[in-house]
């Protein structure tokens, strides 16, 4: 990995958020996205992922961690809380 990678991103990383930013503009919640852009595109995720447990959305780690991430801190399945919130918001 080199210096340019840790400071702005490898390829893959790019890739990755190009990826949620498509799904994203589907109305498509990933459990890759950040927890910060899912709240700012879906304020309703908001409330539901604080009455799953995710009392800290609003903390600035939400604004670097993905839902997955923050799923595994909280122990919870990203997978189940993913599924659980497209359904909630009609996606």
Do not use: R, Y
């Amino acid at each position: 990995m080199s210096i340019k990678d840790v400071l702005f991103g490898s390829e893959e990383e790019k890739a990755a958020d190009e990826a949620a930013a498509e799904k994203a503009k589907n109305g498509t919640v990933s459990k890759d996205m950040l927890v910060g852009q899912i709240i700012m595109e879906h304020p309703a995720a908001a409330d539901f992922l604080m009455s799953c447990g995710m009392g800290c959305i609003f903390c600035p780690s939400a604004q670097m961690e993905s839902l997955e991430q923050a799923a595994m801190v909280h122990g919870l399945d990203a997978d189940d809380i993913c599924d659980a919130l497209n359904e909630t918001l009609g996606g």
